[in-house]
């Protein structure tokens, strides 16, 4: 995503107080310092001069007006999210700059002996600008100058061998920013990358359990561990429930894929007149940040499309909507009241599978 885009969907976002540097106005300033230095000794000739600008300073001028005569730009701009109240007092207004500084040089020159020597020279120099356009303000003390691309050059006169004539020209902008303190929205929540092949259910194998009855990852009622996987149906006509809340790596507009292994378990307990009844249901349900149910997506089967002693592999799909933030992934065995049998639920993957276009980010490994 580039660092700049347009967010045009609604959705929640947080606002933050932020302080931010604003430009009021740029002008480009040249100085002229003329000095003649006398050198230490004669000289043949100047070999060259280097220049630095130090101790650079500079401050606004600040007028105050009657407020009504810039209404219109507090207006376009809106201050008031500055926090700025034309009524309260004048206006404050910034019209002129004063600049100073030390133009610093480092003069090499040729004595008479052909040597090469240098001798250090610090010329003080103080101007003022009148901004092109005056510029109104919301605090006088959050305003300050900024200095950028320097540039000096230096011409040079020798004369009667120590007398030297000097001319600097320096060009350099300057820049008068105000700090104000603004709200800004931070980015919503951008569409992370759907990663293929990633499943984002904890221990989907049934591994980690508390007690027989209890797997740590999962909520359960009437569940018990049981060959590597979990029964549902410890008491076999009672109804029984597994799931378990995903909050992380969840991508909107994502296809999610819900896999299981299931296998029916006949006659784990005796009933007078009993026989094989019950549905089991696999569900997919998105909440939104708020706890609304957004989406359901359910699958139920009956015990006639399960088998007896052997797993089979269902599936089941569904889209996350944009707003989603957390998605339930549940099981729930309904038995008959006369129901002998009982299911094994095991390898349990949630996958998402596929994002709409414009909020899929392929990638090309690395």
């Known amino acids: 995503m580039p660092l700049q885009y347009f967010y045009s969907e609604p959705d929640n976002v947080l606002c933050v107080k932020i302080k931010v540097p604003v430009v009021l106005a740029e002008e480009e300033v040249q100085v002229i310092v003329d000095n003649v230095a006398i050198l230490p000794e004669l000289a043949q000739k100047i070999d060259h001069i280097d220049a630095r600008l130090n101790e650079f300073d500079s401050r606004p001028i600040f007028v105050h007006e009657n407020g ?19 009524r309260d007092h004048r206006q404050p207004v910034v019209k002129k700059l004063l600049i100073s500084g030390i133009l610093h040089k480092q003069i090499y020159y040729v004595d008479k002996n052909d040597n090469v020597k ?9 101007t003022d600008i009148t901004l092109d356009d005056p510029q109104p303000v919301v605090n006088e003390e959050d305003v300050f100058i900024q200095l950028h691309h320097k540039k000096i050059d230096m011409r040079w006169d ?21 700090e104000r303190q603004i709200f800004v929205q931070v980015c919503p929540r951008i569409d992370r990358r759907c990663e293929r092949g990633v499943n984002i259910i904890k221990d989907g194998k049934f591994e980690a359990w508390a007690t027989d009855d209890t797997p740590i990852y999962w909520g359960a009622s009437n569940v018990v561990r049981e060959n590597g996987g979990a029964r549902m149906g410890a008491v076999a006509n009672e109804a029984a429930s597994l799931f378990q809340t995903i909050r992380e790596n969840l991508v909107p507009t994502g296809t999610y894929r819900l896999c299981f292994d299931v296998t029916e378990i006949p006659e784990v307990t005796d009933v007078i007149a009993g026989t094989v009844s019950f549905t089991l249901t696999a569900e997919i349900v998105y909440f939104d940040r708020f706890g609304n149910q957004i989406e359901y997506v359910a699958q139920s089967y009956t015990a006639t499309q399960i088998p007896d002693n052997s797993s089979v592999r269902l599936c089941l799909n569904a889209v996350a909507p944009r707003e989603t933030r957390e998605v339930l992934v549940r099981f729930t065995f309904d038995p008959n009241v006369l129901n002998t049998s009982a299911v094994v639920i095991d390898n349990v993957v949630l996958e998402c599978i596929r994002a709409r276009e414009e909020f899929f980010e392929e990638y090309y490994g690395g």
């Open 68 to 86: 009504d005569r810039w209404i219109s730009i507090i207006e376009e701009e809106g201050w008031e999210r500055f926090g700025w109240r034309w």
């Open 118 to 126: 240098h001798v250090g020279e610090d010329i003080p120099f103080s």
């Open 158 to 178: 020798l004369r009667r061998g120590s007398r030297l004539q000097q001319t600097g020209v320096m060009i350099f902008s300057v820049k008068v920013v105000e």
